[in-house]
Structure formats: structure tokens, C-alpha cells
């Protein structure tokens, strides 16, 4: 269920047919647009008439360039709900221009998503584009400032932001300014200068004052806006006004205080009773006041108001919705406190009433925990959890669960569940199981008459709640590597669910397929994801159906069945670009069947696919599978030989890895720390293998297979470097292990590598009859699936083992097929050494770097140049020498006596 759109956030405020025109400011605001400046930014403290300014500028540059799209967004508190900021910020460009926004993908996007679409509207767009962003200092929430980051390095040079804020918002400044992308106003530029002053006072308030009058006030308040309009609604009417001008002094706080006081007090008291009564409410209407005070007539008191310049702004051009200014606002409340708590408490519930029978759930939930009637508010956040979750807002139940008190939420085993789901979000598993268990208890209890003892409503959720609580269950089990208990928890969902509750079935079989997976079941793990994506399919959770596309990618790959991934990928990314008009989760797709073109040696369709997904980028990638196109593109830059940026990738893939509940059956550190093997930096590589513990005397687990694999490579180079270090028959030992355990699971894919390594290890023994064994298995298993890169990837000896099965009659076409990728990876073809004159002394010099266990940066500082010079001299050696990666340049170089 979408986010329901208030229109009246929207709406930039007209400027009043009598204000004091701000030309001096306006003038800098445009001449910022001019200069394609990025933001324009105007930060004061309250009642400096920032809203006002933006209204006037806005209001100016329509009428000189009226085909400027203008999108404004009034921020509130219940904006730092990043699904909700999304919604409204998507809703404020759509409603300036209907092109923008307009792309209705299927499934939820995430705030970076939703920019990276709009920017890309916005850019195809004719037309400039200003968008305002107003209050911006009631957004305390971390990733939707870093998402207002992301906006602004990516404005097209037609968009132009700007925000008003009292207070600095957490935006990179100094680098704005720095680059001249930043226009800036301040409290000293908005203060009223004395023509201002002497404009405001005399025409827009109607006073008479002398010069030195006006020159007091001015000086007295320093220019402040706010100070001044209250001081000339307090000099209304009376006599000895320069009297009052030298009694007026003192700081804002007070000065605020004492003058609406003395505006109040001259207000006749059915205004000053209306303004008391409708104090609580952060927008104001008709209707919604008239229920508040249970009087009639609120609307024309409202558009009195407003014609009295009594701190009213309009809302909507149609004059149904208003706000007090914030400074009023803040000083009526304080004198409604003043009153007592009981009296505010009952405005808020009438307000939070009027709310709930208007469709507005989430203000009738505000409103009734500010009164506070928990209670209340607990019948209203069950009536809304439904729509809250299915939008994805997170976020705001969490904030509303967290202000209910504990014996308000035990009476409602509804809310005690999704209580427990917070603690399990937030990674307290500990508080789970209690609130779980409570929560279960209080279903159970039935009352003297029959009816439920508890407070919960009847609703789906209700009644889907044994479900729900025995996935939490197996949710927390899985948390604690308790596999068993998640097989029973997961299997008592299952047999809880209604036949038509696809969800919650679709979650349990998950679940279950999760627990196979992770004991290494991996076919049963497959069955129950694809039972999972059937049901989810049912509920119409498109998005999460073809997610698990990824996932049985995952336990797919042990087994080796790399054309059975190749077409789940195909009929899921196709099926994506199709009914979720390229939405998430397309652009984790295009990162994962790139990966099958890698296993092919197809680095030109991977890289494809690669660039599809980043040019998508946030706006089609989950959070939970970001991780994966840094991986697929390590994996394709590892191919071409730049083990440094296969490094740097990696590191990225693991700031973007989330945990969650997925097995770590490929870590990031150990792919990592296989490329650090490639490098010859062994010593990093042991560090990682050190901290999982990994010990060629383990027990084998499938869970730790793709370790313990790794660490039989690290025992390779380790002989390499030091053939008396004995780690050669620990790898061969090691591997023979790993052997019997993938074949016992019937993970192909995982004997296929093992297989390889055997017969890699036995041609460093120089056995390689006997290599030949494991390696005609290998190839076996291999060439029916069409994997390349198993073999090219380990180099040398891998060219000297296919010559060798060559020559036995082994696979003759699969093994020239792999031959000649290899001679053309390695640089080692038949037609002999390129001319090595060509190098240069610098050049020969780089060579013999290479060689080194030293990375591409710490050449580049050993050569005191950048490291894109660095590149550069490489990119040259290997053209010279033929070759298309370090590890062959230095082989080359080393066969032709260079080093």
C-alpha cells in the first residue's frame, strides 16, 4: 500500500500581494541558478522569514521563466521515516512535472532508488528544475541525509536544490563551497535592513512610525522578522508608542514570549480561546478545528486570521489548510500547557478522533500518543499495521511501538509479536523468545464469557499470528546457528498456515530452505525456495519471488550447474525488465548472470551485464544483494589480471554485505584472500585464514568448504615460495578430504575445483602422469556445463597439464578450447616471445616491480608517480610483451631472461 500523499506538504506558499520584496536576496538566489550552482541554501533561526524568502523567489522566477518546474517539500518530524521521505519526494516532482516520477515500477525502492529514477527524469527534461526542501532541520534520520548527499553529486546541471533549515543540516559544505556550488543565506542577510524595516512597518502593518522610531525597533530586534511583526501587532491601537519602544529589549526567547503576550492580550477572546484550542494541531482546517474546539465557522475564522497577519500560512492555494508560523505555534502551546495537561490531552484526542474517522491513520496515531491515551494509540497502530509493512515503513512502527508502555503492549499479543520482530531487528535475539512466549500466552486466554482475554481486534493479523510467531521463532534459531530448531520452527509455520496465506508459507518454506542449505542439503534447499518463490508469486510479492533467483544461484553453484543458473537468471531478469518495468530486483540480475558469463570466459558479456546493473544502480538493487556486482566485477577485473582493483572491489562488496540470516557459504574475506594468494602476499592471506580458524586437520563441514579450499591454495604457494616447507602434502592431504566430502554431498561444482587443485599440486611434484587422473575427471565435469575459467585460472601449470592431456588423447576438443584461452591469458603462444628490446629502461624497471609481492599503489609511491601513471607504464608492458595480466607479464619476462 502506497504512502497516502498529504497535498498540502506540497504546496509552495504564495507570497502575500503586500510583503516587503526581499529583491537584494532574491537577486543572490538566482544568480546562484545562473552559475549552475548545486544548492542554495538558507539557514537561520526561526521567525527570520526563510519560508517566506523562498516563496517570494520561487514566486519571481515563475513569472519570469513560467516553464521552470518547480517541486517544494514542507518537511515534518514524521518525515525521518526514509519510505515516507521517499514517498513525498517523489510526490513533489511528480506533481511539478507529470513526466518525473512517473516510471510505476512494481516492488519497493529504496530513498538512493527513488533519487537515481527521478534524477534520471529529471535529466531527460527540457526543462530547469528548482526543489525545495523547507523545515529540512526536523530530518535527524542519518541515511535520508546521506540520500540528499547522493542528490547532490548527482544533480543534472538543470536541477537546482534548495533548503531551508535552522540549523546547519550534516550535508558536505565546505566541499560545496570550496567547488562554488553553494549559495548561502544566513541570519545576517535575512535580517530586515532599515528601508526593509521602514517598508514592514509603515505599509505592510499599517503603523505610522517616525524614522528614529523605526530605527529603534530595528536596532532593538537587529532586523529579526518575527520580532518585528510582533511588535507592530502589539503597537497596534496604542498611544504612547515610543514608551513601548524603549521597553522593548531583550534576547529572542524573551522577546518572543512578551510579544505574543501582548498580541494575545488584544485579541478579542473567542480568537484568543480558538488559537488556545487548536495550539496542538501542526495543521489546520476547517473541519478538523471545528471538531477540536466543537465549535462551527473554524474555516472563516482561519481566513480571518490570515487577512490579520496574525501568523498564519496557507497551506494550499484553495485556502482549506493553514499552519501557524513555528515561533507562534511554540508560545500558544506553552500557554495551553499552562493550562494543564488534562485540557491539551483532551485536544488531542479529539484531534486524533476527527483524524482516524478521516482516513488519516498515521496523524490519529500521533495525536493519541501525544495525549498521551496509549491505549488508543496501541487499537490504532494494530489497525495500521497491515499497510505500515506492506509500504515497507518500517521505520515509523518502530518509533511508535518503542513510545507504548510495556503493560499496553502485553495486552496486545499483536503488538507483543511485532514487538519481539523489533528486538529481532535490532539484534537483541536474548528479548525475542520472552515477548514471543508472553505474547502466546495472552492468545490463549480466554475471558469467563468465552470471549478472547486480551485486547487485540479481530484482523488478519491476528489470526495469521501463530504463524507468524513460530517464524520469528525459526528466525531466531537460524540467528543462532541452531539449524534442528529451525527446521521444526519452520515446519510448524508451514503446518500453521491457512491454504490462502501464500505469504506466510512463502516465508516458511524459505526458512526451511535456509536450514537445508546451511546443513548441506543443498537439493532440498532447492526445492523449498522454489516452493518459497511459488507462493510468494501467489501473495503478489513479484520483487521477492524473482529475489530468490540469487539465492538458488547460490546453492546451485556447488553443484556445478552452471546451465540451469544461466537460464533462472535469463527467465527471472527477463520476467524483471517486463513486469517490474526494470525495478528491483533487476540490477542484482544483471550482476549475477554476469557471473555465469565469468565462468565461461565471456568477459565482454559479463562486463555487459555488469554496466547494465550499475547504470540502474540503487534505484533496482536490494540492500541485501548490493554486495553482489562488486564481487561479479572483482571477479571479471581478478580475470583480466588487475589484482589490485580486484582487491579494492572486494573491500567495497564487503562495506555493502549484510549478514542477514543467507549462509556465508563464499565469504568475501576468503575471496579476498584467494587474490592475495595470486599476488604472493601470503602473509595477508594466512591473516584471514587465521581469524576463521582454518586448519588442515579440521573437521570438514560444508559450511566452511570454500575456507578450507582456500587454505589447500595457500599451502600450494607456500611450497612455491619454499618447496621445504612441507605444505605441499598438507594441501594434498587436505584436498584428498575435501574430495570425499563434496562428492558425498553431491557438490559437483566444489569436486570439479578440488579435482583441479589434486592435479595441479601432483604437476608441482612433477607427477604428472598422475596428475592426469584428477584432471580428466575435471574435465568431465566441466566441459557439459561449459566452464572455463576453472582451468585458465590457474596459469602456468594449468597450460602444462592440458599440453599433457592433449598428448593423452584426453577431451581433445574441450582441452584445445582451454588451451587456447589459456596461451592467450598467459601471453605463451606458440609463435614465440614478443620482441622485449621494445621496453624501456622505466619499463624494465615496472617488469621487475611487478615481480615483487608489492601492490599497484606501493609501486606507484616506490616510482614516485600516481597510480595512474603506474597503470599506464603497465598497460604498455603488456602490449609490448603480448600479454594480458601481471602474473603472465612476469612470466613472460622471466622466460625471456628480463628479470
Known amino acids: 500500500m502506497a504512502t497516502p500523499i498529504l497535498a498540502t506538504k506540497l504546496f509552495a506558499p504564495p507570497p502575500r500581494a503586500n510583503a516587503v520584496a526581499r529583491q537584494r536576496l532574491i537577486a543572490r538566489m538566482d544568480d546562484g541558478v545562473r552559475s549552475r550552482r548545486k544548492l542554495t541554501l538558507i539557514s537561520a533561526p526561526a521567525g527570520f522569514g526563510k519560508t517566506t524568502l523562498l516563496s517570494q ?20 518530524a514524521s518525515d525521518n521515516d526514509p519510505a515516507r521521505f521517499l514517498s513525498y519526494l517523489a510526490a513533489a516532482l511528480h506533481s511539478a512535472d507529470a513526466a518525473f516520477g512517473s516510471d510505476d515500477a512494481k516492488g519497493p525502492l529504496t530513498v538512493e532508488a527513488t533519487l537515481t529514477a527521478l534524477v534520471n527524469d529529471v535529466a531527460r527534461s527540457p526543462h530547469n528544475v528548482i526543489l525545495v526542501l523547507d523545515d529540512f532541520q526536523l530530518i535527524e534520520e542519518a541515511s535520508i541525509r546521506e540520500a540528499v548527499v547522493f542528490l547532490l553529486e548527482r544533480l543534472p546541471s538543470t536541477m537546482h536544490l534548495a533548503i531551508a533549515t535552522r540549523s546547519d543540516p550534516l550535508l558536505p559544505l565546505p566541499r560545496l563551497r570550496a567547488r562554488d556550488q553553494l549559495t548561502e543565506l544566513r541570519a545576517a542577510d535575512l535580517r530586515f535592513t532599515a528601508e526593509e524595516a521602514t517598508a514592514f512597518l509603515n505599509s505592510v502593518m499599517g503603523l505610522s512610525l517616525t524614522p528614529d522610531d523605526v530605527a529603534a525597533l530595528e536596532t532593538r ?15 497596534r491601537e496604542r498611544t504612547d508608542v515610543a514608551g513601548f519602544i524603549t521597553a522593548f529589549a ?3 526567547r524573551f522577546v518572543i514570549d512578551y510579544l505574543v503576550e501582548e498580541v494575545l492580550q488584544r485579541t478579542p477572546p473567542p480568537v484568543r480561546e480558538f488559537l488556545n484550542q487548536t495550539a496542538v494541531l501542526d495543521r489546520l482546517s476547517g473541519p478538523l478545528c471545528d471538531a477540536v474546539t466543537g465549535q462551527t465557522g473554524s474555516a472563516e475564522m482561519l481566513e480571518s486570521l490570515e487577512r490579520g497577519n496574525l501568523f498564519v500560512v496557507p497551506l494550499d492555494d484553495r485556502r482549506e489548510w493553514y499552519r501557524y508560523h513555528h515561533l507562534f505555534a511554540d ?15 483532551a485536544l488531542h484526542g479529539l484531534a486524533s478522533q476527527w483524524y482516524a474517522n478521516n482516513g488519516f491513520a498515521e496523524e490519529a496515531v500521533e495525536h493519541a500518543l501525544a495525549a498521551p491515551d496509549f491505549a488508543g494509540a496501541a487499537r490504532l497502530i494494530e489497525a495500521s499495521i497491515s499497510g505500515i509493512r506492506k509500504s515497507r515503513r518500517d521505520a515509523t512502527l518502530l518509533t511508535w511501538l518503542a513510545l507504548l508502555p510495556r503493560d499496553i503492549i502485553r495486552r496486545r499479543p499483536v503488538l507483543g509479536v511485532f514487538s519481539a520482530w523489533s528486538s529481532l531487528v535490532a539484534g537483541d535475539i536474548d528479548a525475542v523468545e520472552p515477548q514471543l512466549a508472553e505474547a502466546q500466552r495472552m492468545l490463549s486466554l480466554v475471558a469467563a464469557d468465552g470471549t478472547p482475554a486480551h485486547d487485540s481486534e479481530p484482523s488478519d493479523e491476528l489470526r495469521n499470528l501463530p504463524v507468524t510467531i513460530a517464524l520469528y521463532r525459526a528466525a531466531v534459531a537460524l540467528g543462532r546457528g541452531d539449524l534442528a530448531d529451525v527446521q521444526r520452527r519452520a515446519q510448524q509455520a508451514m503446518d500453521l498456515t491457512a491454504p490462502d496465506d ?6 516458511a518454506a524459505g526458512l526451511l ?16 525456495f522454489e516452493q518459497s518463490g511459488a507462493s510468494l508469486r501467489l501473495a503478489g510479492n513479484l520483487t521477492d519471488a524473482l529475489s530468490t533467483t540469487m539465492v538458488m544461484a547460490d546453492m546451485l553453484t556447488p553443484l556445478g550447474r552452471l546451465r540451469e543458473i544461466h537460464r533462472a537468471y535469463d527467465a527471472a531478469l527477463h520476467e524483471a525488465i517486463e513486469e517490474c518495468r526494470g525495478g528491483e530486483p533487476t540490477a542484482d540480475l544483471h550482476a549475477g548472470i554476469s557471473e555465469v558469463f565469468l565462468q565461461r570466459n565471456e568477459l565482454g558479456r559479463a562486463l555487459e551485464h555488469l554496466a547494465a546493473s550499475e547504470a540502474l544502480s540503487e534505484r533496482a538493487s536490494s540492500h541485501e544483494h548490493r554486495y553482489r556486482w562488486f564481487v561479479a566485477m572483482a571477479g571479471v577485473r581478478r580475470a583480466e589480471g588487475d589484482l589490485d582493483a580486484a582487491v579494492e572491489l572486494l573491500a567495497g562488496a564487503e562495506q555493502h554485505y549484510r549478514r542477514g ?14 587474490v592475495l594468494i595470486e599476488q604472493g602476499r601470503l602473509t595477508d592471506a594466512q591473516a584471514w585464514m587465521s581469524e576463521q580458524g582454518l586448519s588442515d586437520t579440521d573437521e570438514l563441514t560444508y559450511l566452511r568448504e570454500f575456507g578450507h579450499m582456500t587454505l589447500a591454495r595457500a599451502l600450494i604457494a607456500h611450497h612455491r615460495a619454499d618447496p621445504a616447507s612441507g605444505a605441499l602434502p598438507r594441501a594434498i592431504g587436505l584436498l584428498a578430504r575435501l574430495l570425499d566430502a563434496a562428492e558425498a554431498g553431491g557438490r559437483v561444482g566444489s569436486a570439479g575445483e578440488i579435482l583441479v587443485l589434486q592435479a595441479v599440486a601432483l604437476e608441482l611434484q612433477d607427477q604428472t602422469h598422475l596428475a592426469l587422473a584428477p584432471l580428466e575427471r575435471a574435465l568431465d565435469l566441466a566441459e557439459p556445463e561449459g566452464y572455463v575459467r576453472l582451468f585458465l585460472d590457474e596459469g602456468a601449470p594449468m597450460l602444462r597439464l592440458l599440453r599433457a592431456a592433449a598428448g593423452a588423447g584426453i577431451r581433445p576438443a574441450y582441452v584445445r578450447q582451454l588451451s587456447q584461452a589459456l596461451r592467450q591469458t598467459e601471453g605463451s603462444g606458440a609463435a614465440g616471445l614478443p620482441v622485449t628490446s621494445a621496453l624501456s629502461e622505466r619499463e624494465l624497471h615496472v617488469v621487475r616491480l611487478l615481480a615483487t609481492e608489492m601492490t599497484g599503489p606501493e609501486i606507484a609511491r616506490a616510482l614516485s608517480v600516481s597510480l595512474n601513471t603506474m597503470r599506464t607504464h603497465t598497460q604498455h608492458i603488456y602490449a609490448k610483451l603480448d600479454v594480458t595480466s601481471r602474473r603472465a607479464a612476469v612470466r613472460r619476462a622471466e622466460a625471456a631472461g628480463l628479470i
Open 57 to 76: 523567489w520561487i514566486a519571481a522566477t515563475r513569472r519570469r521563466e513560467p516553464e521552470v518546474r518547480v517541486a517544494w517539500l514542507s518537511l515534518d
Open 250 to 252: 531583550g534576547s529572542h
Open 513 to 528: 530452505g535456509l536450514a537445508s542449505w546451511a546443513r548441506g542439503d543443498i537439493e532440498a534447499g532447492i526445492r523449498a
Open 331 to 345: 508560545v500558544l502551546r506553552s500557554r495551553l500547557l499552562a493550562d494543564g495537561p488534562r485540557r491539551m490531552a
Open 221 to 235: 530586534t537587529e532586523g529579526w522578522v518575527a520580532g518585528l511583526q510582533l511588535a507592530a501587532l502589539s503597537m
Open 661 to 674: 540470516f543467507f549462509p556465508e557459504v563464499r565469504p568475501i574475506g576468503g575471496m579476498r584472500a584467494r
Open 502 to 507: 501464500h505469504l506466510g508459507r512463502g516465508a
